[in-house]
C-alpha cells in the first residue's frame, strides 16, 4: 500500500515568518512530487512541482526533495494571512494517478 | 483560457437514487483523473481516463460507480443507487497531452446523499 504521510497540524506561524511543511511517501519508485494548496470549501490549487533531488524555487515558494530519505517540503517565507490553507502533498503512484496526504493546515496568524 | 469546468457544483439525491457528475477539460487536455474527498480527509484516486479508454480504474468501487470520456463531450462519473457513504466532494482534474504528470483541478462536485 503506498502511503504519503503529513502531519494534519494546525501549523500556526506568526506573519512574516517561515512557514515549513513536511511530507513523506513510502513508494521509493515515486518520481513526481506536487504541493498543493486548498482553501476550505474550494479545489487544490497547484503550488508547485519537483522532479529532482535539492531545492526549486517560486517566489515566496521552495520545495526540497530528498529521494533517500523519502520526504518532501514546502517553506512559505514571508508567511501572509492570505497563504492559511491546507497543503496538501501529492505524489505519483505510477500511470499518472497521484497518492495525497491528508493534508497539513497552515494558519498564518495576523 | 477556461479552466476544469464541472457540473453541478452541488447535487442532492436521496438513498437509491442516481448521481451523474460531469467534468470538461481544459482546452487541449486529453487525460482526465477523477478523486474523492471524504470530510476531513485527503484527496483518493478513483479513475484515469483519456479519450474512449479507461487507463486505471483501480481506485473505483468494484460496484455502482463507473466513468466514461466519449469522444464528444464531457468526462461523467455515475453512480448508481446512492448510498450515504457516498457523499462526499468529487473533483475532476486534467492535464495536457504531452505533459501528463502536472494535473489541473476543477471546482468540484459536492454531492450529499440524504
Known amino acids: 500500500q503506498k502511503e504519503v504521510e503529513q502531519n494534519s497540524g494546525p501549523l500556526s506561524v506568526p506573519e512574516g515568518a517561515i512557514a515549513s511543511l513536511n511530507c513523506t511517501y513510502s513508494d521509493r519508485g515515486s518520481q513526481s512530487f506536487f504541493w498543493y494548496r486548498q482553501y476550505s470549501g474550494k479545489s487544490p490549487e497547484l503550488i508547485m512541482s519537483i522532479y529532482s533531488n535539492g531545492d526549486k524555487e517560486d517566489g515566496r515558494f521552495t520545495a526540497q526533495l530528498n529521494k533517500a530519505s523519502q520526504y518532501v517540503s514546502l517553506l512559505i517565507r514571508d508567511s501572509q494571512p492570505s497563504d492559511s490553507a491546507t497543503y496538501l502533498c501529492?505524489?505519483?503512484?505510477?500511470?499518472?494517478?497521484?497518492?495525497f496526504g491528508t493534508g497539513t493546515r497552515l494558519k498564518v496568524l495576523a | 483560457n477556461a479552466g476544469v469546468m464541472q457540473n453541478p457544483r452541488h447535487l442532492v439525491r436521496r438513498r437509491g437514487q442516481e448521481a451523474r457528475l460531469r467534468c470538461s477539460p481544459m482546452?487541449?487536455?486529453?487525460?482526465v483523473y477523477w478523486y474523492r474527498q471524504l470530510p476531513e480527509e485527503g484527496l483518493k484516486f478513483m479513475v484515469y481516463l483519456q479519450k474512449e479508454n479507461i487507463i486505471d480504474e483501480s481506485g473505483m468501487p468494484k460496484e455502482r460507480f463507473s466513468a466514461e470520456f466519449p469522444k464528444e463531450g464531457p468526462s461523467i462519473l455515475r453512480i448508481q443507487q446512492v448510498v450515504r457513504g457516498d457523499s462526499a466532494a468529487y473533483f475532476c482534474a486534467s492535464s495536457p497531452r504531452d505533459s501528463a504528470e502536472t494535473q489541473y483541478f476543477g471546482p468540484g462536485t459536492r454531492l450529499l446523499v440524504l
Open positions: 501529492a505524489v505519483d503512484a505510477g500511470t499518472y494517478k497521484y497518492i
Open positions: 482546452k487541449g487536455h486529453s487525460h
